[in-house]
């Protein structure tokens, strides 16, 4: 009798299953189609986001490689809207769909789409790899245990050629042989300590001050005329380095960006420097008007402001 009611129960569990397939074809879709609107009125930028990669990964908390094909597939649906009329037939779905967004074309749509189709995931990727000569790049960090985190990447040659050059000139430098984690530390620390802003030491002038200073002796006005307003002064744009260093130091390197929830970006990716009154408009590089700003956000401010 048992046997008898798990076999019966087969039919109804198998449509239950069915019904939650559909539905999620269903939220896969829905979730394009509001992404895209999402970008389309930069609603993720105004919330405090800095892509909507970002958007997608920490406010609709979903996975990297979830948000990346949802992404990859809504913008190239705009040029194919073919792929969502797939996805929502259920004969498409999302991931083999983002497989060949960086080889479909208006022109050869027909016979990719068909690919994914009706192609196993291993061999599609084959075929793609054979129009664009490479096979899908795969990276990531991932921590492993309390201390440690595992670094996985492909290389070009001349890349693996440089890091085993930068290996054997470390190891002849320590009198030892050098492991690539070792040698990936200490170019890593090199370029650090030479180019990151976090790192740098603010330098104090030992020169005496300016009788006219030409970030004090005007209060607005446009920058060709602050000739005329200081005379004997020469007003540059550049930030000086000093000032500079103090920023990046008071803002912890990261987009201080503040959406309309109150969510600070903190995007240390393409950060800018900020002028809160603009540099047109009488702005000086004091440091009470400089935060920093990640490129979208920077680009957003001046992109409202006209």
């Known amino acids: 009798m048992k046997n008898n009611s798990n076999t019966n129960a087969i039919p109804d569990l198998h449509?239950?299953?069915?019904?939650l397939a559909q539905n999620y074809r269903r939220c896969e879709l829905a979730l394009i189609e509001i992404l895209e609107r999402i970008e389309?009125?930069?609603?993720?930028?105004?919330?405090?986001?800095?892509?909507?990669f970002v958007y997608a990964t920490q406010a609709l908390e979903l996975s990297e490689a979830v948000s990346y094909a949802l992404i990859q597939v809504m913008r190239k649906s705009r040029e194919i809207p073919e792929l969502k009329t797939e996805i929502a037939a259920g004969t498409l779905t999302v991931s083999k769909a983002k497989r060949i967004v960086s080889v479909i074309t208006p022109i050869n749509k027909t016979e990719w789409?068909?690919?994914?189709?009706?192609?196993?995931k291993a061999v599609l990727e084959k075929e793609v790899a054979n129009v664009t000569g490479e096979m899908p790049k795969t990276e990531f960090l991932k921590p492993i245990a309390e201390d440690r985190t595992r670094l996985r990447m492909d290389l070009s040659e001349d890349a693996a050629s440089e890091l085993r050059r930068a290996q054997v000139l470390?190891?002849?430098?320590?009198?030892?042989?050098m492991s690539l984690e070792e040698?990936?530390?200490e170019l890593?620390?090199?370029?650090?300590?030479?180019?990151d802003p976090l790192r740098k030491n603010v330098k104090k002038s030992s020169s005496p001050p300016k009788e006219k200073d030409p970030l004090k002796c005007f209060s607005f006005g446009d920058r060709n005329k602050r000739s005329e307003l200081c005379p004997g002064t020469i007003v540059r744009r550049a930030i000086p380095s000093a000032i500079r260093t103090q920023v990046w130091k008071r803002d912890g390197g990261a987009c201080q960006f503040r959406g309309l929830m109150g969510k600070k970006c903190q995007e240390v990716r393409g950060i800018e420097i900020h002028h809160a009154r603009p540099w047109s408009m009488g702005g000086n590089h004091a440091l009470?008007?400089?935060?920093?700003?990640?490129r979208r956000h920077h680009h957003e401010l001046h992109h409202a402001k006209k």
């Open 183 to 185: 040698t990936l530390s």
């Open 188 to 195: 890593t620390k090199f370029y650090l300590k030479h180019k």
């Open 288 to 294: 009470e008007n400089l935060t920093l700003r990640c």
């Open 170 to 177: 470390l190891s002849t430098s320590k009198h030892r042989n």
């Open 113 to 120: 789409v068909n690919k994914a189709k009706t192609m196993s």
């Open 40 to 52: 389309a009125g930069k609603t993720h930028l105004r919330m405090g986001y800095s892509s909507l």
């Open 15 to 19: 449509t239950q299953a069915l019904e």
